[in-house]
């Protein structure tokens, strides 16, 4: 089916989806598209097993899509930039020094407690994994996905200093996963005794520093551009082929664009609206905002049907749901470990361990991480218990951190903030 077609199908279900979830069961934008899609696809398996041949049309259409190169080549940069833009940029510089820690130490942690508890789990029931493929996943699975957090954790009510901490963690921690999981990817396919230090150390400085670097040049060019012209038209434009441009830019020069994206939505965010008209800067933000919520509605989507071509066999979600136990214990330990650092230089909240904890979700990003495995590999096993983890991540977590918040707050009888001073 052409591409056209295919986006057509998306957007229309999308569509519906959206007016369902608006009209009848007013969940955040996210939870509702991921919920009536799995309920969706649940229904079309089942009928596709019947052999029904509209279904298996469909499947077929859905097998077409490259989800590794949609999400990560395309959606990704313009979800990240929109996300980027709409953060407060002085509110993240008072958090640097935690949204540092846990972007870096917090997701090497997770990935090494996860990729160890992995491989003692799963001889547990009968599906024993190398070890490099177990860390593999530790490194796929752990970073807290930007998308799911922008869409859930800004309207859940959350105090601005935490959500920032979670945003921003959130936003840089999906560029350090990635890195990691090429490096380890790498290891896994060359093999261990052919390994390289040298070049492993090169991959990690062009895909992560190389990545920061590009964002900062190509957002201060485009704010060079940007103070030069009071035009919307001309405005938006520029930010728009800032994302196509740099994404593609990016890709050629083999650096990460995912951190390229969100340093240029930072500056762009906040030295460029500086310098853009009050007219400018709203027309900037709708714009952005319309973009995300698009994309956001088309990759959940995406993220449905695509149960429609997996495997996954009931001892593969036994596995998923004993994952999402050691996933939350390795979020928990990766957290815990930043924040006693943190703790001798300025004051916490009695419960920032607790929502920074259930509020690193997982979503699309993991689940392009594990459907980009190559078929030599334990794909399947994989891809089975990361969407597990990810279901219940978004259904599970999305649905109850802003009540859980709002409880402890009440108990304590004040906001909660992450940083006190």
């Known amino acids: 089916m052409e591409l056209y077609s295919i986006l057509s199908l998306l957007l229309v279900v999308a569509a519906g ?21 799995l309920l969706s696809s649940v229904v079309l398996v089942g009928l596709g097993r019947l052999g029904v041949p509209a279904v298996l049309r469909v499947a077929e259409v859905v097998r077409t899509i490259d989800f590794h190169t949609v999400l ?46 992995l491989y003692l789990l799963l001889p547990v029931f009968d599906l024993p994994l190398e070890f490099i493929y177990c860390l593999l996943f530790g490194s796929l699975i752990s970073p807290t996905d930007p998308i799911a957090v922008l869409g859930i954790l800004t309207k859940s009510g959350l105090p601005k200093a935490l959500e920032t901490d979670i945003v921003g963690e959130s936003l840089f921690n999906d560029g350090v996963g990635v890195v990691l999981f090429a490096t380890v990817l790498s290891v896994a396919t060359a093999g261990a005794d052919a390994v390289d230090p ?23 060019a485009a ?13 938006v434009l520029l930010t728009l082929a800032l994302v196509m441009g740099g994404s593609a830019l990016a890709a050629r020069l083999h650096t990460s664009g995912p951190l390229a994206m969100v340093v240029a939505g930072l500056v ?27 994309l956001n509605a088309l990759l959940f989507v995406l993220m449905g049907l695509e149960m429609l071509v997996l495997h996954i066999s009931g001892k ?4 998923g749901l004993a994952v999402v136990a050691l996933v939350l214990l390795a979020r928990l330990v990766s ?9 001798q230089r300025r004051e916490f909240s009695e419960f920032s361990l607790v929502v920074l904890t259930w509020g690193g979700l997982r979503g699309g990003i993991s ?46 009888g004040r906001p909660a903030t992450l940083d006190t001073k």
């Not at 762009?268 to 698009?294: C, H, N, P």
């Open 223 to 235: 704010y060079r551009l940007l103070r030069n012209v009071d035009d919307y038209r001309v405005e």
């Open 17 to 37: 989806f959206a007016y369902l979830n608006h009209r009848f069961l007013h969940l955040p934008d996210t939870i509702g598209l991921m919920a009536l899609t």
């Open 316 to 319: 593969v979600v036994g596995v």
């Open 72 to 117: 990560m080549q395309y959606m990704l940069s313009f979800l990240l930039f929109a996300g980027a833009m709409q953060l407060d940029t002085g509110s993240l510089g008072r958090q640097r020094l935690p949204v540092l820690l846990l972007a870096t130490v917090g997701t090497l942690i997770s990935t090494v407690m996860v990729g160890c508890g």
């Open 367 to 412: 689940v392009a991480l594990a459907l980009s495995l190559p078929p030599s590999m334990p794909r399947e096993l994989l891809v089975g218990i990361t969407y597990v983890v990810v279901v219940f991540s978004i259904l599970g977590q999305g649905l109850t951190i802003g009540p859980l918040a709002t409880r402890l707050q009440r108990g304590l």
């Open 268 to 294: 762009v965010g906040g030295q460029g609206r500086r310098v853009m008209s009050a007219t400018t800067e709203d027309y900037v933000d709708k714009f952005w905002e319309l973009i995300d919520a698009v």
């Open 335 to 343: 957290v815990s470990i930043p924040l006693s650092f943190l703790r």
């Open 198 to 220: 040298g070049r492993v150390l090169a991959l990690l400085l062009r895909e992560g520093v190389g990545g920061l670097a590009l964002g900062a040049g190509l957002g201060y």
